[in-house]
């Protein structure tokens, strides 16, 4: 086993070992203490989790919200250009930053086999995290 190999070994172990520490810190909620008079009380339900995933999805959640800093700022670069208040200089800059930051971002999702659009979270009724990116423009995932 390589240095890196055991190094990124450790990081595993490390992330699980926190993970698990966390998850005996949570409460149980009133659904998992025994009504009075009942002897046996049930066990506490936890949310499982498993080592082997713990790292990806911690990164999945560190680049979601990496993401949707990215688009903001993009928007806030878009309404500064279109104001107008900005100099030729600092519109360069900007642009060239933006697609160094969007560049860095399909790096890491690569690096842990993640699209950009698998880090648009899904919230329920009130519709996915990051606004849809229509093909073609920067952030959109391929075939979306």
Do not use: W
Not at 46 to 61: C, Y
Not at 111 to 118: E, K, N, V
Request: proline content about 8%; charged content about 30%; aromatic content about 2%.
């Amino acid at each position: 086993m390589s240095e890196r190999d055991r190094a990124r070994a450790d990081r595993f172990d490390e992330v699980a070992d926190a993970a698990a520490r966390a998850f005996q810190l949570l409460p149980a909620g009133p659904e998992d203490i025994a009504p009075r008079g009942r002897e046996r009380p049930r066990p506490a339900r936890r949310i499982s989790s498993d080592p082997d995933s713990v790292e990806r999805d911690l990164v999945k959640l560190v680049l979601t919200l990496v993401e949707l800093l990215r688009q903001l700022m993009e928007r806030q670069a878009l309404h500064r250009f279109d104001a107008g208040d900005l100099t030729e200089e600092q519109e360069e800059r900007l642009g060239t930053t933006l697609m160094i930051l969007h560049d860095r971002m399909n790096e890491l999702c690569a690096r842990y086999d993640l699209t950009l659009g698998d880090l648009n979270l899904d919230l329920g009724p009130l519709g996915t995290l990051l606004p849809p990116a229509e093909p073609g423009t920067p952030g959109s995932a391929p075939g979306t």
